[in-house]
């Protein structure tokens, strides 16, 4: 017998899978729903969100990958319904009972990512005059910035008393500037690699990569939800957002983030072009450009010590990710000399 009231707005959603709720727990934008029919995850949507993600899971599946949390369909064949100006979609419910170390779990994320990467991964044409067009820009923006930098370290260079975020400032802008310089460098060196290239590599990416959005079964595997932003894209859009998050420390030797990245590139390796392309936007220092531009625009009086407390996170930021990038790179870097060194023999 059903505990539920007939009026709940979930009772007639459900009517549309045959599915009888007892009852319901909410968890934000999710329902779980114990029912007739077992234990269920009904996630709401906002109805711009539209559904064409889950033609890109439908997709996904049959190229035989499954470690996607199933979509269920309606009686009708539909996979989303439209209740009260929302979209609401049906997934079995993951105990998510994780019996294994973090970093395992980074590890198993990471495989997973590289799988369905190399499953839905397709060559694009791609216009060269759009390409030079888009390198034009770039680079035209990593030189704004750098004047940026470089007047407003001028400007405080002339007072005679700085305040205290322009004597930060000061300290940190060989550093800043520098990892603006590399940058540029990389995107550069990609722009000759790739300017007489008519194809790139484009994949299914998940737009949302977090470990919240990996869940695991009964049984220990893992498995992605949360699919909404998913699109055709370069692989480097699941990897960038994730481990710049991973930055928000203290200063760290983040050798962890390294072997996810490395343990990723054993199942989906990036070619030449993708790795410079990679190494180009995660050590472009934006997040603590960003922080000095708002500083500068803002009008007096400004609030030092936020402002300094910012630019000091931001810089922890920059240099986790300095750590991570030039780590790589020297791995980069050995295993072309241990390649060269085994063609020489």
């Keep these: 017998m059903s505990d539920m009231n ?3 707005p979930v009772v007639p959603i459900l009517k549309n899978y045959q599915v009888t709720p007892y009852f319901v727990e909410e968890h934000g934008n999710i329902k779980k729903v114990y029912s007739n029919k077992g234990t269920f995850a009904l996630k709401k949507i906002g109805p711009t969100t ?7 899971v439908h997709l996904l599946y049959q190229k035989g990958y499954n470690r996607i949390v199933p979509i269920y369909p309606t009686m009708d064949g539909r996979y989303a319904v439209l209740h009260d100006k929302a979209l609401y979609y049906l997934m079995p ?8 170390d973090r970093n395992h779990k980074h590890e198993q994320l990471f ?7 190399t499953l839905s991964a397709k060559d694009i044409t791609v216009n060269k005059d759009e390409r030079t067009e888009h390198y034009e820009k770039t680079i035209e923006l990593l030189d704004k910035k750098q004047e940026f930098l470089d007047g407003f370290i001028d400007e405080c260079e002339k007072k005679t008393y700085m305040s205290p975020f322009e004597l930060v400032y000061c300290l940190y802008y060989n550093e800043i500037s520098q990892a603006l310089r590399f940058s540029k460098t990389k995107f550069e060196e990609w722009y000759e690699k790739t300017k007489e290239v008519e194809k790139a590599r484009m994949v299914i990416t998940h737009g949302k990569l977090s470990s919240e959005h990996f869940l695991y079964d009964d049984k220990g595997y893992g498995y992605f939800i949360n699919f909404e932003n998913a699109r055709f894209g ?6 960038l957002p994730y481990l710049s998050r991973s ?8 050798d962890e983030a390294v072997e996810w990245v490395y343990h990723y590139f054993k199942y989906f390796p990036f ?5 410079l392309l990679f190494f180009s936007y995660l050590a472009y220092p934006i997040p603590i450009i960003q922080v000095v531009e708002r500083y500068y625009k803002k009008e007096q009086p400004k609030n030092e010590l936020k402002y300094v407390r910012m630019l000091q996170s931001k810089y922890w930021n920059l240099k986790n990710s300095e750590y991570v990038v030039m780590r790589m790179t020297e791995l980069d870097e050995q295993a072309k000399q241990a390649k060269e060194g085994a063609q020489q023999q």
């Excluded at 539209?50 to 890109?56: A, Q, S, V, W």
């Excluded at 495989?111 to 990467?117: N, S």
């Excluded at 370069?234 to 990897?239: A, E, F, G, V, Y």
């Design 111 to 117: 495989r997973e990512l590289a799988r369905l990467h």
């Design 50 to 56: 539209g559904t064409d993600f889950i033609r890109h």
């Design 93 to 100: 419910w993951m105990p998510n009972e994780v019996k294994e």
């Design 271 to 275: 070619k030449a072009d993708e790795k």
């Design 247 to 254: 930055f928000n420390t203290r200063p760290t030797r983040n």
């Design 6 to 8: 007939p009026f709940d």
């Design 234 to 239: 370069s692989p480097i859009h699941d990897l």
